[in-house]
């Protein structure tokens, strides 16, 4: 929801998915982007309290608010995009990236590959809330782990009947 707020609703610095693409994705095979969101809460959790605007900024670089399981601090960042909804100034993204710029490895080539988008519409029983898309090696510790559970099952035949036994060839493997 927050990656289309830029085209369902009113905002200072209205992006849509097209700028986010061409920014964040200089070459195409790069494009494995991950994704953090603060706050990050269940739909019955709605009674948390709100979150101050730097702690969110640190937030969406910390491994527990990825929605994948990696790491961001650990891999070099290619670029960044920053989607803020509510009441948030431009001011206050650009602090808060000068603030984390020098805490996070960016490619020498793009120190600056920041992409910010503002929407002032507010998430529903939110005051604001951060959509933090990167494009960073980090995910490839993430492939390596895939790479390694299916190199382990296959070794040990794990599951290779459902597939053997409709026609496939164990080969095509």
């Known amino acids: 929801l927050h990656l289309t707020s830029g085209s369902r609703f009113d905002g200072s610095l209205n992006i849509d998915v097209n700028e986010i693409t061409m920014n964040l994705v200089p070459f195409p095979q790069l494009h494995y982007l991950i994704s953090s969101l603060t706050p990050l809460y269940a739909l019955s959790d709605v009674s948390i309290a709100p979150r101050k605007l730097d702690q969110m900024f640190s937030d969406a670089f910390a491994p527990d608010f990825q929605l994948t399981k990696t790491h961001p601090r650990r891999g070099a960042f290619l670029a960044c995009a920053l989607m803020v909804r509510g009441d948030v100034e431009i001011s206050d993204v650009r ?12 490619v020498p080539w793009n120190r600056e590959g920041w992409k910010t988008g503002l929407c002032a ?13 990167s494009n960073s090696t980090c995910i490839g510790a993430s492939f390596a782990a895939i790479r390694d559970r299916f190199v382990k099952l296959y070794r040990s035949k794990a599951y290779v009947h459902h597939f053997t036994s409709e026609g496939m060839d164990a080969d095509e493997f």
């Not at 602090?95 to 960016?106: M, S």
């Open 95 to 106: 602090r808060n990236i000068a603030r984390l710029r020098p805490t996070l490895k960016f």
């Open 121 to 133: 519409t507010p998430p529903l029983n939110q005051t604001r809330s951060l959509l933090t898309l």
